[in-house]
């Protein structure tokens, strides 16, 4: 078990910072530290002869006065959900009588812009929820206490109802790396073709579709432009999922009407669940308090993190070796990296998201980090994945028992596009025939740049072992051995992730 540290305890044998000083910097975990000094306005953490991070006192102290006045702030509260017709239960519940139930919707529908009017449909669907799934929406809530501020942000941007934030547990329930049956993904559930007329890139290592940020911005783009076809927020939710057209069908065949429920019954019918899902959600979360519904309290919230640009590739176990920070936590951050590496490509602009308080020590450390990194990746045994957009096209060779749904699987694309791009009418292949492909995937990708859970072979030749000790991390252990890696201590002995390190583990060392 790694031994962590706070600074506060730490800094009681510093001179020249104060106990406010030393307070401030409390959340400050520290790994490894061998010694601890201070000069001028800097703490100096030495945590290995090669490895010694700064913490700035003045910009540490904006950092914690700055989230203070964030989380006193009134925002700081703010905080795939269709069902099927025989998931709906007819019944009723004593918490919330008909009568109670008409006169919120009542106070909901004066003071939103959609038309929310009480019919049998929707209170049981308000009813099924609060009777099936209600522990769930206080998973739902404490998700929302960091992605709800960031949409509130961008909804505003564009002029979207705040309320419209709901919609995207309706899509994903609040999962950034969603993918649907189709091949929808993301938070907001953006189809590929969607997703690249929205500017959402897609490419070997990075999917923009998971993004937060950028599939907000990419959904409030495309609400607005369905408002602005139908002039009605709840046409606009029906055409977001499926599609403006069959909602002009509809409207035509309910004889001209625009009111929802007039042409619900004309929609598909996974359309005509879902307004009412988003309603449902809606009442939910607007009535949580009286149906005793509470957002647990682990998730970072949106104020608490920054972003930062990173001027060279980085992978998020060499951000874990050196400012210690989760990986469980910048994947929570990042999700649209998918190999858990930050790319660095001319004209792209990935950043990388981090807690508030790893952000100074990132910029403080940002030479060193590079530095590191390119150490490692010098004593990389296999190269990273090759870096490509997704509509880049590639010549694939059939070999000895290819068969189209293989190749299809095998890049991340349909059978029926394989036959398309290359003029197919059926499917029969020859060895030696070249393929045509616009790939969405790299099939090696993951096992090479993440955990390949095939044994690899050892090394032959004299090795050490070493005995691992409370507070050792594999990227402490890699410099006290001349030539070895933290990639090689994983390889020869078959440790997939930095925190699989255990007080008494044997590690093979290979001598050079």
């Known amino acids: ?82 069902l099927k017709e025989d998931e709906i239960l007819v019944t009723d519940l004593e918490e919330l009588p008909t009568d109670v139930l008409k006169e919120r919707l009542q106070i909901l529908d004066s003071k939103t812009p959609f038309h929310i009017e009480y019919n049998t449909h929707l209170e049981q669907v308000i009813k099924t929820y609060l009777k099936r799934r209600k522990s769930a929406f206080s998973g739902l809530m404490e998700k929302a206490r960091y992605y709800f501020p960031m949409f509130e942000e961008v909804l505003d941007k564009y002029d979207i109802p705040l309320e419209m934030k709901y919609l995207a547990i309706v899509e994903s329930a609040l999962k950034p790396r969603a993918r649907s049956r189709v091949g929808a993904t993301g938070l907001w559930q953006f189809m590929y073709q969607t997703g690249k007329q929205f500017d959402l890139n897609v490419s070997s290592y990075v999917d923009e579709r998971s993004d937060p940020y950028s599939a907000t911005e990419a959904a409030c783009k495309y609400l607005a432009s369905l408002y602005k076809i139908f002039g009605d927020w709840d046409l606009a939710l029906a055409a977001y999922n499926s599609g403006p057209g069959n909602v002009t069908k509809a409207i035509r065949r309910s004889g001209g009407s625009t009111n929802y429920w007039n042409i619900r019954h004309n929609l598909p019918r996974e359309t005509a669940n879902y307004v009412p899902a988003f309603y449902a959600t809606l009442y939910i979360f607007e009535y949580a308090n009286e149906h005793n519904i509470k957002a647990r309290e682990n998730t970072l919230t949106y104020f608490e993190t920054d972003t930062v640009q990173v001027k060279r590739q980085l992978t998020f176990e060499q951000i874990y070796e050196t400012l210690n920070v989760d990986i469980e936590v910048l994947q929570f951050l990042n999700p649209q990296y998918k ?26 450390n940002e030479q060193l980090i590079y530095a590191y990194a390119d150490a490692e990746d010098a004593k990389r045994e296999k190269p990273l994945p090759k870096y490509f957009e997704m509509n880049d096209r590639i010549v694939y060779r059939v070999k000895s028992g ?10 991340g694309v349909s059978v029926s596009s394989l036959k398309r791009w290359n003029n197919m009418r059926s499917t029969r292949l020859r060895i030696g025939q070249r393929l045509i492909v616009y790939p969405k995937k790299l099939n090696t990708s993951v096992a090479v740049a993440t955990s390949n859970k095939t044994k690899k072979a050892q090394p032959e030749g004299n090795f050490s072992t070493h005995t691992v000790k409370s507070g050792d991390s594999l990227w402490s252990i890699a410099q006290k051995y001349s030539n070895v890696s933290v990639q090689n201590i994983k390889d020869w002995n078959n440790i997939w992730s930095a925190k699989s390190l255990k007080p008494g583990m044997k590690l093979k060392i290979f001598t050079k």
């Open 402 to 411: 290819d068969f189209l749904g293989k190749i299809a699987n095998k890049y």
């Open 339 to 364: 190999l858990d590496i930050v790319p660095y490509i001319k004209g792209r602009d990935y950043k990388l998201a981090l807690p508030v308080k790893d952000v100074g020590n990132f910029i403080s």
């Open 1 to 82: 078990m790694r031994k962590l540290r706070f600074i506060a305890i730490l800094l009681i044998s510093v001179t020249g910072f104060s106990q406010k000083e030393k307070d401030s910097l409390q959340l400050q975990k520290i790994e490894d530290t061998k010694e601890l000094f201070s000069e001028n306005d800097t703490l100096f953490i030495k945590k290995s002869d090669s490895l010694v991070l700064k913490f700035h006192k003045e910009a540490t102290l904006i950092d914690s006065l700055w989230l203070n006045e964030l989380i006193k702030s009134p925002l700081y509260d703010t905080i795939q959900y269709v």
